[in-house]
C-alpha cells in the first residue's frame, strides 16, 4: 500500500494574540485558600472560647469576658482586612486588545482604551499592580493583582502604549 498523504488544514487563527497572564499563579492561593482556611480556624476557636464555661478556666469571670470580647474583636478585624485587601485581587490576563479579570467565579472584559494607568505598589512586602479604569467596571475603577513572572516582560513590551505610573 501507498502511504497517502492528507492535507489538516491549520487551526483557525481568529487574528487575535494568545493570552498573556499577567497575574502570579500564587493569587489562587493569596485570594481563596489563606482567607477560608485563617477564617475557619478563627471561627472554630471563636466559638471554643465563647461556649467554654468560665468556671474551668484559672482567671475570674470579668477576665474572661475581657478575653472573649478581644478574640472577637480581633477576629472581626481578620475578616474586614481580608474583605479591604486580599479579597480585592484578581487575575488577569491580557491580549493585545483586551485585559480579561477574573475573581475565578466571573470573568469581565475590557478594552486597553478603558485603562488610564497601572502603577505598582508595595503591601505587606509584596509587589502588587493596580490597574486603574477611567470608569468604574465590574470589580470597580482599581484593579489588583499581584504580578506573575510574565508581568515584567509584558509591561518593557507595552510600556508605549498603555501610561505606566510608579
Not at 7 to 15: L, Y
Not at 92 to 98: F, K, S
Amino acid at each position: 500500500m501507498e502511504k497517502q498523504e492528507i492535507d489538516i488544514p491549520p487551526i483557525h487563527q481568529n487574528g487575535q494574540s494568545r493570552p498573556v497572564m499577567l497575574s502570579s499563579n500564587t493569587t489562587l492561593f493569596w485570594r481563596l485558600f489563606i482567607p477560608i482556611f485563617v477564617t475557619s480556624t478563627l471561627t472554630a476557636l471563636l466559638v471554643g472560647v465563647w461556649f467554654s464555661q468560665p468556671e474551668d478556666s484559672y482567671f475570674n469571670r470579668t477576665s474572661v469576658l475581657a478575653g472573649q470580647i478581644i478574640f472577637t474583636l480581633t477576629c472581626l478585624g481578620w475578616v474586614i482586612f481580608v474583605r479591604k485587601t486580599i479579597w480585592k485581587l484578581r487575575r488577569v490576563d491580557a491580549t493585545d486588545t483586551h485585559i480579561f479579570v477574573t475573581n475565578y467565579w466571573t470573568t469581565a472584559r475590557y478594552t486597553w482604551e478603558d485603562v488610564e494607568k497601572i502603577e505598582e505598589k508595595k503591601r505587606l512586602g509584596r509587589r502588587v499592580v493596580n490597574m486603574h479604569l477611567k470608569s468604574p467596571g465590574y470589580f470597580g475603577q482599581i484593579i489588583s493583582f499581584l504580578p506573575g513572572s510574565g508581568f515584567d516582560a509584558w509591561r518593557t513590551e507595552k510600556e508605549v502604549s498603555i501610561p505606566l505610573a510608579n
